[in-house]
């Protein structure tokens, strides 16, 4: 199964994983920047919410915990780094509230398209297919879309 929604091509062939690339229209160092600085993380991440910063470790074996307050709710996001590799690769355990317990893997890997483009790649490993399931039914696909146009947003800005 493959959908192509705001640019952000998302992709399911394996059972328990989500496979996730997006273009954005700016150089490595800034969307680099965009994902590793947390006072710009905080104004895409979040979809433009309000995002509370509870905790950031930005290094292998560091925690993250972010609460995003939006339409009256929250929502808390979590997890570990376990491999950050500047301009590379970062990969993380990533938790919602929504589902606990239920902890995904997500390696991120950004690739330098020569041309002033970046193209960010995101597989998503889950224990099962229906925690899959469970997080591509959750608004996962829309909310993933409203954050990469509010990183759009962020890397127009800072052009």
Same mark, same amino acid.
């Given at each position: 199964?493959?959908?192509?929604? &705001? /640019?952000?091509?998302?992709?399911?062939?394996?059972?328990?994983?989500?496979?996730?690339?997006?273009?954005?229209?700016? !150089?490595? /160092?800034? =969307?680099?920047?965009? *994902?590793?600085?947390?006072?710009?993380?905080?104004?895409?991440?979040?979809?433009? &919410?309000?995002?509370?910063?509870? #905790?950031?470790?930005?290094? %292998?074996?560091?925690? *993250?915990?972010? =609460?995003?307050?939006?339409?009256?709710?929250?929502?808390?996001?979590?997890? #570990?780094?376990?491999?950050?590799?500047? %301009?590379?690769?970062?990969?993380? +355990?990533?938790?919602? /509230?929504?589902? !606990?317990?239920?902890?995904?893997?997500?390696?991120?890997?950004?690739?330098?398209?020569?041309?002033?483009?970046?193209? =960010? =790649?995101?597989?998503?490993?889950?224990?099962? !297919?229906?925690?899959?399931?469970?997080?591509?039914?959750?608004?996962?696909?829309?909310?993933? &879309?409203? +954050? *990469?146009?509010?990183? /759009?947003?962020?890397?127009?800005?800072?052009?």
């Amino acid at each position: 199964m493959s959908t192509t929604t &705001n /640019d952000a091509v998302i992709t399911t062939d394996a059972d328990r994983a989500i496979h996730i690339e997006r273009v954005f229209d700016a !150089p490595l /160092d800034r =969307v680099w920047a965009a *994902y590793s600085r947390i006072e710009l993380l905080a104004q895409w991440w979040g979809r433009g &919410n309000q995002l509370d910063i509870e #905790r950031w470790e930005f290094r %292998k074996g560091g925690h *993250y915990r972010f =609460v995003e307050h939006s339409d009256g709710e929250t929502h808390g996001f979590e997890g #570990r780094f376990r491999e950050v590799t500047p %301009k590379e690769r970062i990969v993380q +355990s990533f938790e919602w /509230d929504g589902m !606990p317990a239920h902890v995904a893997i997500d390696t991120t890997t950004f690739v330098d398209l020569g041309d002033g483009r970046t193209k =960010v =790649v995101t597989d998503s490993q889950f224990h099962t !297919p229906e925690e899959r399931d469970g997080m591509l039914q959750s608004g996962m696909e829309s909310g993933l &879309n409203e +954050s *990469y146009r509010a990183l /759009d947003a962020l890397l127009a800005e800072s052009a």
